[in-house]
């Protein structure tokens, strides 16, 4: 993904095309929209892979219509619709763009009408009575239209773009054609996809000992227990695991190494969760709550191959060396160009690490690759500003508005009695 498209989405009034780097820092006050831009993410890649759009699955819960669409533009003192979209480029030439056009229905939001465009081809499937869709696709060559109507019975809140990909008239030859390559870009869904991952702020509590159980994921992170005794009973994945986990502990200064130990000889055993520190190794649980909360965040980003990863306030519950090896983390996995990540932070030691390993040449990152999105409230309104600031070679922060740092200076001046 590298765009994300809003319209009167929350506490974002009007449009905001925001471009989406391999690693982007979301920053700003509290109730700035710094969630909604993650769930909508997460929307914008829905509609894209064609599946069914959720608002309300963890870790976003973005309620009804009401509480979705806040522009006070329309009848009813809200905007009549809003749309989430996304684009994808490469090599600075777009490639695909997906927008989707959502209205009020029983006070949920409705898909009414999603656009999709690629190279040639244009493809608008609007509802018009029930679930009946029209669709029209343009050929943006010729200007040539092909139009087809179409029942989506799949559910009344959505038109699904997997069934419009898979829809029988797409199997004309003469369409067919037109859409050469339309399925790289939209596959049919699947059960593996990647989705986005997203981890909540608040993780799981962790426990003195953990019963085998299927690992199935969370916004949670309750799984990951689990996930390391499975990938531990795997020599051969244990082993690079097992040596990422203890480099990134060492350097944070939480940990030597971490691993699952069995309290019998069978896989359906109970095991614990062991935490080497100086002087022996200890229950999980009995170690400083940071292990606990930080170790969903490394198992899920180092165990999963490719994706847009979604990550709540990582650095809560750590100290700022750890805080600022995080930063390093997430860069290196960055740059290796398989993963995207936006990160929201209240981190300016997590921040300051990604400038110095950029003005350090640590890790293969480089400026191009990193954004930080401000997210600022206007003056005496409740909409919100997304202002990009960059990083350059030397580490400095560019593009920079006036009241990106003023609290920090302001209490330097009280503490400096200024």
Same mark, same amino acid.
């Given at each position: 993904?590298?765009?994300?498209?809003?319209? $009167?989405?929350?506490?974002?009034?009007?449009?905001?095309?925001?471009?989406?780097?391999?690693?982007?820092?979301?920053?700003?006050? $509290?109730?700035?929209?710094?969630?909604?831009?993650?769930?909508?993410?997460?929307?914008?890649?829905?509609?894209?892979?064609?599946?069914?759009?959720?608002?309300?699955?963890?870790?976003?819960?973005?309620?009804? &219509?009401?509480?979705? /669409?806040?522009?006070?533009?329309?009848?009813?003192?809200?905007?009549?619709?809003?749309?989430?979209?996304?684009?994808?480029?490469?090599?600075?030439?777009?490639?695909?763009?997906?927008?989707?056009?959502?209205?009020?229905?029983?006070?949920?939001?409705?898909?009414?009408?999603?656009?999709?465009? &690629?190279?040639?081809?244009?493809?608008?499937?609007?509802?018009?009575?029930?679930?009946?869709?029209?669709?029209?696709?343009?050929?943006?060559?010729?200007?040539?239209?092909?139009?087809?109507?179409?029942?989506?019975?799949?559910?009344?809140?959505?038109?699904?773009?997997?069934?419009?990909?898979?829809?029988?008239?797409?199997?004309?030859?003469?369409?067919?054609?037109?859409?050469?390559?339309?399925?790289?870009?939209?596959?049919?869904?699947?059960?593996?996809?990647?989705?986005?991952?997203?981890?909540?702020?608040?993780?799981?509590?962790?426990?003195?000992?953990?019963?085998?159980?299927?690992?199935?994921?969370?916004?949670?992170?309750?799984?990951?227990?689990?996930?390391?005794?499975?990938?531990?009973?795997?020599?051969?994945?244990?082993?690079?695991? +097992?040596?990422?986990?203890?480099?990134?502990?060492?350097?944070?200064?939480?940990?030597?190494?971490?691993?699952?130990?069995?309290?019998?000889?069978?896989?359906?055993?109970?095991?614990?969760?062991?935490?080497?520190?100086?002087?022996?190794?200890?229950?999980?649980?009995?170690?400083? &709550?940071?292990?606990?909360?930080?170790?969903?965040?490394?198992?899920?980003?180092?165990?999963?191959?490719?994706?847009?990863?979604?990550?709540?306030?990582?650095?809560?519950?750590? +100290?700022?060396?750890?805080? /600022?090896?995080?930063?390093?983390?997430?860069?290196?996995?960055?740059?290796?160009?398989?993963?995207?990540?936006?990160?929201?932070?209240?981190?300016?030691?997590?921040?300051?690490?990604?400038?110095?390993?950029?003005?350090?040449?640590? $890790?293969?990152?480089?400026?191009?690759?990193?954004?930080?999105?401000?997210?600022?409230?206007?003056?005496?309104?409740?909409?919100?500003?997304?202002?990009?600031?960059?990083?350059?070679?030397?580490?400095?922060?560019?593009?920079?508005?006036?009241?990106?740092?003023?609290?920090?200076?302001?209490?330097?001046?009280?503490?400096?009695?200024?």
């Amino acid at each position: 993904m590298d765009e994300l498209i809003l319209e $009167n989405f929350r506490c974002f009034h009007g449009s905001h095309k925001v471009p989406i780097k391999p690693l982007t820092l979301l920053v700003g006050e $509290n109730s700035t929209g710094k969630t909604s831009f993650l769930a909508a993410i997460r929307i914008a890649h829905q509609l894209a892979s064609g599946k069914p759009v959720d608002f309300n699955s963890e870790p976003f819960n973005l309620g009804a &219509y009401e509480q979705i /669409a806040s522009s006070s533009v329309g009848k009813t003192g809200q905007s009549d619709n809003f749309s989430v979209g996304c684009s994808l480029s490469r090599n600075g030439s777009e490639l695909m763009r997906c927008i989707g056009l959502f209205s009020q229905s029983d006070s949920q939001p409705e898909l009414d009408k999603i656009t999709v465009e &690629y190279n040639i081809a244009k493809i608008e499937a609007l509802r018009t009575s029930g679930n009946n869709v029209d669709c029209n696709i343009t050929n943006k060559q010729t200007n040539k239209v092909v139009k087809k109507t179409f029942s989506d019975s799949t559910s009344r809140h959505s038109i699904s773009l997997g069934i419009l990909i898979r829809s029988e008239f797409l199997y004309d030859k003469a369409i067919k054609q037109l859409l050469h390559g339309f399925y790289a870009f939209f596959p049919p869904p699947r059960a593996d996809s990647n989705e986005p991952w997203a981890m909540a702020p608040v993780r799981s509590k962790p426990e003195r000992t953990y019963n085998p159980v299927m690992d199935i994921p969370d916004a949670q992170g309750t799984h990951v227990p689990m996930r390391l005794a499975i990938i531990a009973a795997k020599p051969d994945k244990w082993d690079s695991l +097992h040596t990422a986990l203890s480099r990134f502990g060492k350097a944070s200064g939480l940990f030597k190494t971490i691993s699952p130990r069995r309290k019998g000889s069978s896989s359906s055993d109970p095991f614990q969760i062991m935490v080497e520190l100086p002087g022996g190794k200890r229950n999980l649980i009995d170690v400083g &709550y940071g292990v606990s909360q930080v170790l969903p965040f490394l198992v899920e980003c180092m165990t999963r191959e490719t994706g847009i990863f979604l990550l709540q306030q990582p650095e809560v519950h750590l +100290h700022p060396r750890a805080q /600022a090896e995080f930063g390093s983390f997430i860069g290196e996995l960055a740059a290796q160009g398989k993963k995207e990540f936006i990160l929201e932070t209240h981190s300016d030691h997590l921040i300051d690490r990604v400038r110095m390993d950029i003005r350090d040449k640590k $890790n293969r990152l480089k400026p191009e690759d990193v954004q930080i999105l401000y997210f600022e409230r206007k003056t005496n309104s409740p909409w919100i500003d997304i202002r990009q600031i960059y990083i350059d070679e030397s580490g400095e922060l560019v593009n920079v508005p006036d009241s990106y740092r003023s609290f920090f200076l302001k209490e330097q001046e009280r503490f400096l009695g200024i």
